[in-house]
């Protein structure tokens, strides 16, 4: 019993030292620079660069929730045809490319029929004449005023829409490509995994909205003909940016000077035309995918593209502890003997995806039991100094060990025998 239990304890704290390893490199800080440049302009945490790389190795084999999409949008936004990054995902080139992705699914429709809302008898909150320079003088005085006189009317046109819960619904339905099928049955079970979580989604993620509404140039802000003179302009364009502010004050209370907000008429009919009209759980879960990628894959861009410093403290460190470890992962048979158990178990996949609470956060290793062991990888840089895409494949098969053990108890079986033999013999 005694053996036993030490046996146990020998097993339970094997994995020990990795842990103290993962904790400590969560404040090892490796540092990038770009290629013929001596200036660090990057600096990842290696828990982050781990990350990064693991985050990969699992879209790209499909061991992750939702996989048909995720490799879909994650092959996208990695692709060399574009620069994506998270510091520029917003810009209008970037913006074009992202509807281009989305479009070519058949995700998006022309909106031709039915596609002008018109919302009378409103009244102006709050402008700002600088950062609106095209609204008339009189307009912003009257916003001024504590009861403004003026009545204005939204007139809003849209020139495309994604598609809403129905009509992806339908578009599945009639879609003959199997590969789209499985991404569109993904978006639309990805859009009801928000539903079932959040009490309201439109309002959880409103700061979300406004790449693909598709606001026409024909959109535009005007104040009613009775009020209308030489001095005083009837009509404004409505861009996004004005037009998201509108749409963001219905969710949040602050307000910027230069933001256009509206008092509602008595009808409340611009809060019903914000909260019915143009609310699309498919169109926010599109934004939402994109951000959840879009911060591992500029980590993984910068990894694979940039330079690591190794003439630093920190990158030795990193490989001293690594070294320091596999070597003790070699040697103690209990850590070897747990990996092979826990390679082939795996983790349920369909249960890896993003914190739901969270902007970016991915359950990567939450399945991970704190006394078993895990196969572990060393990062690998290339000739350019940049470190390897697929580094998570520099690993010792745990089926090696496995091999090795039955090998050793194969070799004392015998050893045993032919010593009893030898006994019996004599």
Same mark, same amino acid.
């Given at each position: 019993m005694?053996?036993?239990s030490i046996l146990?304890?020998?097993?339970?704290v094997?994995?020990?030292? $990795?842990k103290?390893?993962?904790?400590?490199?969560q404040?090892?800080? !490796?540092?990038?620079?770009s290629?013929?440049?001596?200036?660090i302009?990057? =600096? $990842?945490?290696v828990?982050?660069?781990y990350?990064?790389l693991d985050?990969?190795?699992y879209v790209?084999?499909?061991?992750?929730?939702?996989?048909?999409?995720?490799?879909?949008?994650?092959?996208?936004?990695?692709?060399?045809?574009?620069?994506?990054?998270?510091?520029?995902?917003?810009n209008?080139?970037?913006k074009k490319l992202?509807?281009?992705?989305w479009?070519?699914m058949?995700?998006? &429709?022309?909106?031709?029929?039915?596609? @002008?809302?018109?919302?009378?008898?409103?009244k102006i909150?709050s402008m700002?004449? *600088?950062?609106?320079?095209?609204v008339?003088?009189a307009w912003?005085y009257?916003?001024?005023?504590?009861?403004?006189? $003026?009545?204005?009317?939204?007139?809003?046109?849209?020139d495309k829409? /994604?598609?809403?819960?129905?009509?992806?619904? +339908?578009?599945?339905e009639?879609?003959?490509?199997t590969n789209? *099928?499985?991404?569109?049955?993904?978006?639309?079970?990805?859009?009801n995994?928000?539903i079932?979580?959040?009490?309201?989604?439109?309002s959880?993620?409103y700061?979300y909205f406004?790449?693909?509404?598709?606001?026409?140039?024909?959109?535009?802000?005007?104040?009613?003909?009775?009020f209308?003179?030489?001095?005083v302009?009837?009509?404004?364009?409505?861009?996004?940016?004005?037009f998201n502010?509108?749409?963001?004050?219905?969710f949040?209370?602050l307000? *910027?000077?230069?933001?256009?907000?509206?008092?509602?008429?008595?009808?409340?009919?611009?809060?019903t035309?914000?909260?019915?009209?143009?609310?699309?759980?498919?169109e926010?879960?599109?934004r939402?995918? @994109?951000?959840?990628?879009?911060s591992?894959?500029?980590?993984? *861009?910068?990894?694979?593209?940039k330079?690591?410093?190794?003439?630093d403290?920190?990158?030795?460190?990193?490989?001293?502890?690594?070294?320091t470890?596999? !070597?003790?992962?070699? =040697?103690?048979?209990?850590?070897?003997?747990?990996? =092979?158990y826990?390679?082939h178990?795996g983790?349920?996949?369909?249960?890896i995806?993003?914190?739901?609470?969270?902007?970016s956060?991915?359950?990567?290793y939450? &399945? &991970?039991?704190?006394?078993?062991s895990?196969?572990?990888?060393?990062?690998?840089?290339n +000739?350019n100094?940049?470190? /390897?895409?697929?580094?998570?494949?520099?690993?010792?098969?745990?089926d090696i060990?496995l091999?090795?053990f039955?090998?050793?108890?194969?070799?004392?079986?015998?050893?045993?025998?032919?010593k009893?033999?030898?006994?019996?013999?004599y």
């Amino acid at each position: 019993m005694t053996i036993l239990s030490i046996l146990l304890a020998f097993t339970f704290v094997a994995n020990l030292p $990795y842990k103290f390893l993962v904790t400590n490199e969560q404040i090892t800080r !490796i540092g990038f620079k770009s290629k013929n440049s001596d200036t660090i302009d990057q =600096i $990842y945490n290696v828990s982050d660069i781990y990350e990064a790389l693991d985050f990969q190795k699992y879209v790209q084999e499909g061991k992750i929730k939702f996989k048909y999409l995720s490799e879909s949008l994650n092959n996208f936004l990695n692709s060399p045809d574009n620069n994506i990054d998270k510091s520029n995902i917003g810009n209008d080139a970037n913006k074009k490319l992202r509807i281009n992705y989305w479009s070519s699914m058949g995700l998006t &429709q022309d909106w031709l029929l039915n596609n @002008e809302f018109k919302i009378p008898n409103l009244k102006i909150r709050s402008m700002d004449l *600088k950062n609106n320079a095209n609204v008339p003088n009189a307009w912003v005085y009257d916003s001024n005023e504590l009861n403004p006189k $003026y009545k204005y009317t939204l007139d809003v046109v849209f020139d495309k829409k /994604v598609l809403n819960l129905a009509e992806l619904k +339908e578009n599945i339905e009639k879609e003959n490509d199997t590969n789209l *099928k499985n991404i569109k049955q993904d978006l639309l079970d990805f859009t009801n995994y928000l539903i079932s979580r959040f009490v309201d989604v439109q309002s959880s993620f409103y700061n979300y909205f406004g790449d693909f509404s598709f606001l026409s140039s024909k959109s535009s802000v005007n104040l009613d003909e009775n009020f209308c003179s030489s001095d005083v302009p009837c009509s404004i364009g409505l861009n996004q940016k004005a037009f998201n502010s509108i749409y963001n004050s219905f969710f949040n209370d602050l307000v *910027k000077s230069d933001d256009l907000v509206f008092i509602d008429n008595s009808n409340k009919d611009l809060e019903t035309f914000i909260k019915s009209t143009l609310n699309n759980p498919v169109e926010l879960a599109m934004r939402i995918l @994109e951000n959840y990628f879009i911060s591992y894959i500029t980590t993984y *861009k910068n990894l694979i593209n940039k330079t690591v410093v190794t003439n630093d403290d920190q990158w030795n460190k990193y490989l001293s502890e690594r070294k320091t470890f596999n !070597i003790y992962s070699k =040697i103690n048979p209990f850590y070897s003997l747990w990996s =092979i158990y826990t390679y082939h178990s795996g983790y349920s996949y369909d249960d890896i995806w993003f914190t739901p609470y969270s902007d970016s956060k991915i359950l990567l290793y939450d &399945q &991970q039991n704190l006394f078993l062991s895990y196969t572990q990888y060393n990062i690998q840089i290339n +000739e350019n100094g940049s470190i /390897v895409p697929n580094s998570y494949d520099n690993y010792i098969h745990p089926d090696i060990y496995l091999y090795t053990f039955l090998g050793l108890s194969v070799l004392f079986l015998l050893l045993s025998y032919s010593k009893f033999r030898k006994m019996n013999i004599y």
